[in-house]
């Protein structure tokens, strides 16, 4: 089976061409082969690029432990490249079709190679029933905005340090949730790198409160247009960036008062940009994509 290593701002895929290549038998068990970073090509997960009835490509999203997810922004923007650069379809305004629905990217076209993709994420989903998260408002809101962190319980307890780490860090005693097709929880701190991300992320990614997982982002807020953030990504752990987890986040700062609709968000891969549009209300992110290497994975 033919295969391409690509990432968006570091948050790296392994693709599969399913217009040439023929569709994995279990993609869930092939996703956690192939990600593998010991044994395996190494990613966050796998992704195939499949024929669509709708758009121009299809794209099915599978993380490094084998769910399926509904949509991955990074990896959306390496679809569109490759589609493009592969000769699928060589227009510079794509549709995409994805579990999350159908999206329109725009190419930044350089050289006859896409170098970066814009990509409408979308209107963001801030009904708690439809994130999904069963954290209910104060009565006379319908969103969750700040709501206090006291919720999670032991998940923020950092295995009985949370006076330590949350006071290094500064933690904020509250969390906005989001859903850009799949589901957000964003909290802020004064200091990102404080955070002991591999221990409080999967406790908090399988509260109870998040009745399908949950990715759990830190931001630190530089000023009203510029974030810092790091990211536990459902299902694939610490990744390098998370481009709806970057849009989700941009629209927490809305929500929370921390934020513009227009922002830069710097991520460990590398930096996003995203916009709110007040007009449509929908989600807006620019950033790169880039090949790194093809190659061949052995059949069973």
């Keep these: ?64 432990d084998g769910s399926e997810s509904e949509m991955c922004g990074n990896g959306i923007r390496c679809v569109a490249k490759y589609v493009y650069d592969h000769g699928i379809a060589r227009r510079e305004k794509l549709r995409i079709e994805t579990g999350a629905g159908l999206l329109t990217l725009d190419l930044d076209v350089r050289g006859g190679l896409a170098e970066r993709v814009r990509v409408d994420m979308g209107e963001p989903i801030l009904e708690p029933a439809k994130i999904p998260t069963v954290i209910a408002p104060a009565v006379g809101q319908e969103r969750i905005a700040d709501f206090p962190t006291d919720i999670l319980g032991d998940a923020l307890t950092a295995e009985g340090r949370a006076a330590d780490w949350q006071a290094r ?16 929880v964003t909290l802020y701190c004064r200091d990102v790198a404080a955070v002991p991300l591999e221990i409080v992320g999967p406790q908090i990614e ?44 941009c629209v927490s700062g809305v929500l929370t008062g921390r934020g513009e609709r227009r922002i830069l968000a710097h991520l460990p891969g590398g930096d996003l940009e995203l916009e709110w549009n007040e007009a449509d209300n929908h989600v807006y992110m620019t950033g790169g994509a880039t090949e790194v290497f093809s190659g061949d994975w052995p059949g069973d």
């Design 1 to 64: 089976m033919r295969f391409t290593k690509m990432h968006g701002a570091g948050n790296d895929y392994v693709y599969v061409n399913c217009f040439d290549e023929p569709m994995p038998a279990d993609p869930a068990e092939l996703s956690r082969r192939i990600a593998d970073r010991h044994y395996g090509v190494g990613g966050d997960g796998l992704i195939l690029i499949c024929p669509s009835e709708v758009g121009d490509a299809r794209m099915r999203m599978f993380n490094a």
């Design 169 to 184: 860090c500064e933690l904020s005693p509250g969390l906005t949730c989001v859903s850009m097709g799949n589901p957000h």
């Design 206 to 249: 399988c509260h109870a409160v998040f009745p399908r997982r949950i990715n759990v982002h830190f931001v630190q807020v530089h000023s009203p247009g510029e974030v810092t953030m790091r990211t536990w990504e459902r299902g694939s752990g610490i990744t390098l960036a998370c481009g709806t987890g970057a849009s989700a986040v």
